[in-house]
């Protein structure tokens, strides 16, 4: 039978670049006997068209359930029309949808039906890293106000970290056939998407077609510790409740303001060190059964360890206070950004029970396990 992949991600481990690359490549990949397909509905910009979100979003109910029967006849339709004998699907939250809607088994019977037979591809990094990455994403969102270390104590147990479970509906469709690529891997120093590649066995067709700059692409750089300490800044303002548009448009521009005056030269590491023991103790179980699915061998003897670098969060404790210097650095970053979005400082009788109300509601929501109703919490 054919080949059909699914890069299930995870978040923040390469997708984006690895989905570029494929995008870019399309036009060609007819050659080496590919299909990466254009899934998005009529009139959709170019954008779209990257990656299959429109495709994941339909199917894990963010959008009109209408769209996930268009989004599937467009696949279908894909597949009916290709002589390729591998086609590649790609979307980072796949990993990370409820089982309970079935998407593995969906996308399993659309492939059989056209005569593929599905695999699974997912990329990942150590659970505290990718903790690390979580947060410092959602800092270019504006929507943490606290420190590193809070965000820890609140999801270090969070089944996002449980990549065995996360792998399990899609390991049991795709029949157990399951390629894993780490961030970082011990036994290769190439790049990600070379790695890949070469782990799907397509580093021979694909090889050719690749140059140095895909080789060395690296989309969605973080945000470094100025950057995130603005953005806690600009939260604890209330700015988030001021945005109009996607919320990464503001993170783009605290990073952008940051990195035009020279910093962050190093993307952001939050200080929290008696958490990492803990999730690495949590998660243990799971990497290792995880690897042994993955690579037949322990989880250490694949992953690169993190490395020793300090961390760099700008959290003064209470009652203290950055120096004199880095705390002149955030402010202007805070007010460029300010300026350019005409954001308003809040009155603080009103910026105070609205920054309650929120963290109360968000405690309740992660109490309950409903932080969002379509990923794994």
Known sequence: MRRA???????????TSFQEVLAGLR???????????ELAGPGAP?????????????L?????RGEGRAALDRLDAALAGTGADTVILSYED????RAAFGVPEILRGAFARRGFRMEVLMMVKPPFAFLNSAYAHRAQLVREGGSFGDYVRRHGGSARLDYRALVAPWAEAADGRVTAVPL?????????VARALAALGLAERLGPLLGAQDLARATNRSSGPVAVEASRRLHRLGVHRQIVGHPRTVGHAIDQAAW????????????????RAAVEARTAESRERFARLAWGTGWDAVVAPEGARAANELAPRAGAALPPGT?????AVMRDVMVRFGFRTPAPWLSGPAARFEAAAEALLHAAGLESRWRVC
């Open 260 to 275: 035009a005056r020279g910093l962050d030269p190093e993307s952001f590491r939050g200080d929290a060190p008696a958490a």
């Open 60 to 64: 894990d109910g963010r959008r009109p």
């Open 184 to 192: 970082a891997d011990l036994r290769s120093g190439a790049p990600l």
């Open 27 to 37: 036009p060609r990949l007819g050659e080496a006997g590919l299909l990466y397909p």
């Open 94 to 97: 796949f990993s990370v949808q």
């Open 46 to 58: 170019p954008a779209a068209n990257v990656n299959h979100q429109p495709l994941g979003e339909a």
């Open 327 to 331: 705390e002149a650095e955030v402010a």
């Open 5 to 15: 992949i699914v890069h299930i991600g995870m978040p923040r481990t390469g997708s």
